[in-house]
């Protein structure tokens, strides 16, 4: 199955700065690839999603970029603020379930 | 629109004892609800992955006979923990996706919180 690695497992950030999170997949077969932003005791928020067919994707001070070769995507979130604090989970799928990375708990210092 | 609504949002159950969780695709139909369990600090982990009107498909690992799952029609799916023990309490979220081949996104709801005391 589908084995999707994510890293770091934390980030701490100053206010304005960059922050990138780092995902790898093992299923050649995946072709769509979201990114999830939680808040604690909430549900998953999509914030960027791409597919195979696409390189990179930017929304505004979020952008995804996609490796398919490698086997490998990120999220770049510029200009951070203090309210992009949260958890963030890559994921991966073919099409069937999401299968997601451990998350990322970024903390973005005022 | 895509709206997905979980009840309750929160339960205490005594250990021993049924929870009957709901999903609901508000403004949708959904083909395929998925069930998630989250543990705390921890990524969602699938439990299974019901289709209307069919068996649920459950992940290895995951009892069928405790974690009983009904996808009785295109908006409604519930997620029943029987006999649930201390560690169930979890916080479980369900998600629904309108189409299939091809429509990927997926929708989750708000979450329930169970503890088992």
């Known amino acids: 199955g589908e084995n999707v690695e994510q890293h770091p497992s934390t980030l701490s950030v100053q206010e304005g700065d960059s922050a990138v999170i780092k995902c790898t997949y093992s299923?050649?077969?995946?072709?769509?690839f979201p990114w999830y932003k939680q808040e604690l005791g909430k549900r998953p928020q999509l914030i960027i999603d791409?597919?195979?067919?696409?390189g990179e994707k930017k929304d505004q001070r979020i952008a995804v970029t996609l490796n398919k070769t490698a086997k490998h995507f990120s999220l770049h979130i510029t200009e951070t603020q203090p309210e992009d604090s949260a958890v963030y989970f890559c994921?991966?799928?073919?099409?069937?379930?999401?299968?997601f990375g451990k998350g990322t708990s970024l903390l973005v210092t005022p | 629109g895509a709206v997905v609504s979980q009840h309750p949002s929160w339960v205490i159950c005594k250990s021993g004892t049924s929870v009957k969780i709901e999903c609901r695709s508000l403004?949708?139909?959904?083909?395929?609800m998925f069930w998630y369990r989250q543990f705390p600090k921890q990524s969602l982990m699938l439990m299974a992955t019901?289709?209307?009107?069919?068996?649920?498909?459950?992940e290895q690992g995951v009892e069928k006979d405790k974690f009983l799952i009904n996808h009785a029609s295109l908006t409604l799916s519930t997620l029943t923990v029987t006999s649930a023990h201390p560690e169930d309490s979890s916080f479980y979220i369900c998600?629904?996706?309108?189409?299939?081949?091809?429509?990927?996104?997926?929708?989750f709801g708000p979450g329930t919180r169970l503890t088992v005391t």
């Open positions: 403004d949708f139909q959904a083909t395929t």
């Open positions: 019901s289709n209307e009107g069919s068996k649920a498909t459950y």
């Open positions: 791409i597919r195979s067919n696409v």
């Open positions: 994921a991966a799928t073919d099409g069937y379930a999401l299968n």
């Open positions: 299923d050649s077969a995946s072709n769509y």
């Open positions: 998600s629904a996706r309108t189409g299939g081949g091809g429509t990927y996104e997926q929708y």
